[in-house]
Nanobody, 126 residues
Framework: QVQLVESGGGLVQAGGSLRLSCAAS????????MGWFRQAPGKEREFVAA????????VYADSVKGRFTISRDSAKNTVYLQMNSLKPEDTAVYYC???????????????????WGQGTQVTVSS
């Protein structure tokens, strides 16, 4: 099992930026494909971005494409989500997730993932 701890959430004005971090422990980081999801009040958890074990492949939800960037640092066992040009509709609790996936694959479904962090709140004011 992998332990995942998110950080970096907070309150930001529309147009601003935040960088979320997710530190992983308990399993070799290179064996885990990673993803970010978010859940707004009254809504289902939705996919935001994912990165393969190799780090070579990434995929994004259409709503964040061009504004968010997912990356991973194997030396720090950490995955990041750089969020730019934030909008009020980006307000949600953001979760990172991990799965023992195939080396070059990315995963978009909540059911694809085995382990989840506790979440970090991101609030974007208008």
């Amino acid at each position: 099992q992998v332990q995942l701890v998110e950080s970096g959430g907070g309150l930001v004005q529309a147009g601003g930026s935040l960088r979320l971090s997710c530190a992983a422990s308990g399993r070799t980081f290179s064996s885990i494909a990673m993803g970010w999801f978010r859940q707004a009040p009254g809504k289902e958890r939705e996919f935001v971005a994912a990165i393969s074990r190799s780090g070579d492949n990434t995929v994004y939800a259409d709503s964040v494409k061009g504004r968010f960037t997912i990356s991973r640092d194997s030396a720090k066992n950490t995955v990041y989500l750089q969020m730019n040009s934030l909008k009020p509709e980006d307000t949600a609790v953001y979760y990172c997730a991990g799965v023992r996936g195939r080396y070059y694959l990315t995963y978009r479904g909540t059911r694809d993932y085995e382990d989840w962090g506790q979440g970090t709140q991101v609030t974007v004011s208008s």
